[in-house]
Antibody, heavy 118, light 107 residues
Framework: QVQLVESGGGVVQPGGSLRLSCVAS????????MHWVRQVPGKGLEWVTA????????NWADSVKGRFTISKDNSKNTLYLQMSSLRVEDTAIYYC???????????WGQGTLVTVSS | DIQMTQSPSTLSASVGDRVTIACRAS??????LAWYQQRPGRVPKLLIY???NLETGVPSRFSGSASGTEFTLTISSLQPDDFATYYC?????????FGQGTKVEIK
C-alpha cells in the first residue's frame, strides 16, 4: 500500500531555513510526480509546489516562489522541501502528496508541523 | 490566476439529508475538478476527480456535476461518517488550486 512519511518539521525563527523530507513506498516513485500542500491548523488547504516524475520540471505557488525548493531523490524514494527566508505566515502543517494524474493528489502523508516564530 | 470559491462555508445538516456544496470558478475552466473530504484530525481523502468520476472505494451517495463555471458535490443521504470539511480543487496550466472549504456540521 502507498505510504508517505514526512519529517523535518519544527520551530524556526523568521528568516530561517528548514528542510522537510517525505519517504515514499508502495508505488513507483520514479514514475510519479509529487506535491507539497500546507494547511494552517484549523484552516484550508494551500497547494505549495509540485515536481514532475523526472525531477526536472517544477512549479510553485506565488506565495513561496523564490523561497522554497522542491526536489526528489529517486534512488532514495524521498521527496524534499527546502524552505528558506521563512515567514510567520509559513506556519502550517506540511503534507506531501502523490500526484494521481487526472489533475489530482491521490495519497497524502500525515503531515509535519512547521512553526515560524521568534 | 483562477480562484475557486466554495459555498456555503458551513452547512448544518442531519443524518439522511441531501447535501449540496458548490464550487465556483472565477473563469471558464476545464473539467479537471476534484473533491476531497477531510475529517477532523485526518488527512484529505480524494472523493471525486474529473468533475464527476467517483474514486475507487468511495460510496455511491457521493456525486459530482457541473454547470458552466459552477461545480457541485452532492451527498444523497448524509451518513455519520460524512460530517467533515470538503474541498474542491482545480488543476490547470501546471497549477493546483483549492477552494476554501465547506464544513458539514451536525444539525
Amino acid at each position: 500500500q502507498v505510504q508517505l512519511v514526512e519529517s523535518g518539521g519544527g520551530v524556526v525563527q523568521p528568516g530561517g531555513s528548514l528542510r522537510l523530507s517525505c519517504v515514499a513506498s508502495g508505488f513507483s516513485f520514479t514514475t510519479n510526480g509529487m506535491h507539497w500542500v500546507r494547511q494552517v491548523p484549523g484552516k484550508g488547504l494551500e497547494w505549495v509546489t509540485a515536481i514532475w516524475p523526472s525531477g526536472l520540471k517544477k512549479n510553485w505557488a506565488d506565495s513561496v516562489k523564490g523561497r522554497f525548493t522542491i526536489s526528489k531523490d529517486n534512488s532514495k524514494n524521498t521527496l524534499y522541501l527546502q524552505m528558506s527566508s521563512l515567514r510567520v505566515e509559513d506556519t502550517a502543517i506540511y503534507y506531501c502528496a502523490k500526484d494521481g494524474g487526472r489533475g489530482v493528489l491521490d495519497y497524502w502523508g500525515q503531515g509535519t508541523l512547521v512553526t515560524v516564530s521568534s | 490566476d483562477i480562484q475557486m470559491t466554495q459555498s456555503p462555508s458551513t452547512l448544518s445538516a442531519s443524518v439522511g439529508d441531501r447535501v449540496t456544496i458548490a464550487c465556483r470558478a472565477s473563469q471558464t475552466i476545464s473539467n479537471f475538478l476534484a473533491w476531497y473530504q477531510q475529517r477532523p484530525g485526518r488527512v484529505p481523502k480524494l472523493l471525486i476527480y474529473g468533475t464527476s468520476n467517483l474514486e475507487t472505494g468511495v460510496p455511491s451517495r457521493f456525486s459530482g456535476s457541473a454547470s458552466g463555471t459552477e461545480f457541485t458535490l452532492t451527498i444523497s443521504s448524509l451518513q455519520p461518517d460524512d460530517f467533515a470539511t470538503y474541498y474542491c480543487q482545480h488543476y490547470d496550466d501546471d497549477l493546483w488550486t483549492f477552494g476554501q472549504g465547506t464544513k458539514v456540521e451536525i444539525k
